[in-house]
């Protein structure tokens, strides 16, 4: 009779440890997730934080698209007061509007302090780009867990729920260098 209870209880305690190991991993991969999407914010701030530079450096080549240049330093203005979807969104839209403006005027485009900007926006975009991907790649990894099995009798117990992949809107505005 005790060999039994003492195999029941090795039972019981790997059954607890396999779920709370899970349960430990599950939420791991939800708080790789909300880091990962903060690394886009951040990135996305900091091409934001270089737009006034040049706004500054086009506003004395483009004086008559002035509105351009103006509701670009006020949506940024806008988004680091409150950083929603919504001022994100616009500010991205404003911000592709404002690099098409750029393509229009050759001598902006050759302004040694603009090419640096335009550079380093370049650099920009890409970490960017690269965070984008990690963070799907984060959401990825978090919903196969919650579909496979047994991790999937652990998620559905404690309430994990996939995560719908972000859709990101992409522009045919190209920064050239």
């Known amino acids: 009779m005790d060999i039994i209870v003492i195999i029941a209880l090795i039972v019981v305690a790997i059954i607890v440890i396999a779920i709370v190991s899970t349960y430990n991993v599950l939420v791991e991969k939800e708080k790789k997730i909300e880091r990962n999407n903060s690394l886009v914010d951040v990135y996305l701030k900091k091409r ?3 737009i006034p530079n040049l706004v500054e450096v086009c506003k004395g080549y483009a004086k008559h698209e002035k509105e351009t ?3 670009v330093t006020e949506l940024r203005s806008s988004f680091n007061e409150n950083p929603t979807d919504k001022t994100r ?9 404002f690099m098409a403006l750029v393509e229009s005027y050759p001598e ?7 090419l640096k900007l ?5 650099n920009v975009e890409n970490e960017i780009q690269a965070s984008r991907r990690i963070y799907i790649n984060s959401i990825t990894d978090f919903n196969n867990s919650v579909m496979k099995f047994p991790s999937s009798l652990i998620a559905k117990i404690f309430g994990f729920k996939k995560h719908s992949l972000p ?9 050239e260098l």
């Open 69 to 71: 240049l103006e509701k």
């Open 89 to 97: 969104d616009e500010l991205n839209g404003i911000y592709n509007k």
């Open 108 to 114: 902006i485009k050759a302004s040694e302090h603009f």
């Open 118 to 122: 335009q550079k380093e926006l370049t």
């Open 167 to 175: 859709k990101f809107e992409y522009s045919d505005v190209k920064v």
């Open 48 to 50: 934001f934080d270089l």
